[in-house]
């Protein structure tokens, strides 16, 4: 069965971002009823004219500004189990010192959580959002992308005043970081 595909391209050239698409002609498996949903991830990622690159079939890396500090997303495809897992890492790294109080802020931020999970990484002190979903099946699979990608970067600023007091020099005591775990409306 010959399948038709068409593929983004993104590259940056004396500081300008060139997008082009390039048809494709591939082979496509009979047996296989699932479309690759990183295909879908470089749609989304192209409306919000964000530079990605894609490592493999199973793997895509974008970094995204967020108000306060840059996110590095991860996209892996597990077709096996047929589940998109979703890493949105922040660019800070807690301090050693503050690792006792920060998973006692993790638990606190977890517990408050429908979807997903922080987590800290054990080699880089670096926290991120993690989520993982099922993903055979979905008909509107650009816009359940749209709604992974949103609520990750959502969860990410919610507590990035947080991890941002967690990563200075100075010990946190348990009164400061309720302050900045505190849910606010607005912005001032």
């Known amino acids: 069965m010959i399948g038709v595909r068409l593929i983004n391209i993104h590259f940056k050239t004396n500081s300008k971002t060139v997008r082009c698409k390039v048809i494709m002609r591939d082979q496509a498996s009979p047996h296989n009823d699932t479309q690759n949903p990183l295909d879908s991830v470089e749609d989304v990622l192209c409306d919000n004219n964000w530079v990605y690159s894609r490592m493999n079939n199973q793997e895509l890396i974008v970094e995204v500004a967020g108000t306060a500090c840059e996110y590095r997303l991860l996209f892996v495809w597990q077709e096996h189990l047929n589940a998109l897992q979703l890493c949105c890492q922040y ?10 109080i920060a998973a006692t802020a993790l638990m606190d931020m977890n517990a408050k ?10 080699d880089s002190l670096s926290p991120s959002f993690r989520q993982t979903c099922l993903i055979h099946g979905h008909q509107q699979r650009r816009n359940y992308i749209e709604d992974l990608v949103d ?3 959502v969860q990410c600023e919610r507590y990035q005043a947080v991890f941002q007091l967690l990563s ?15 849910e606010t409306l607005g912005e001032s």
């Open 168 to 182: 200075h020099d100075k010990a946190v005591n348990a009164d400061i970081l309720s302050l900045a775990m505190m």
């Open 151 to 153: 609520i990750s970067l």
């Open 113 to 122: 959580l429908w979807m997903g999970h922080f987590e800290i990484t054990k």
């Open 91 to 100: 660019n800070i790294n807690i301090k050693p010192e503050n690792m006792g």
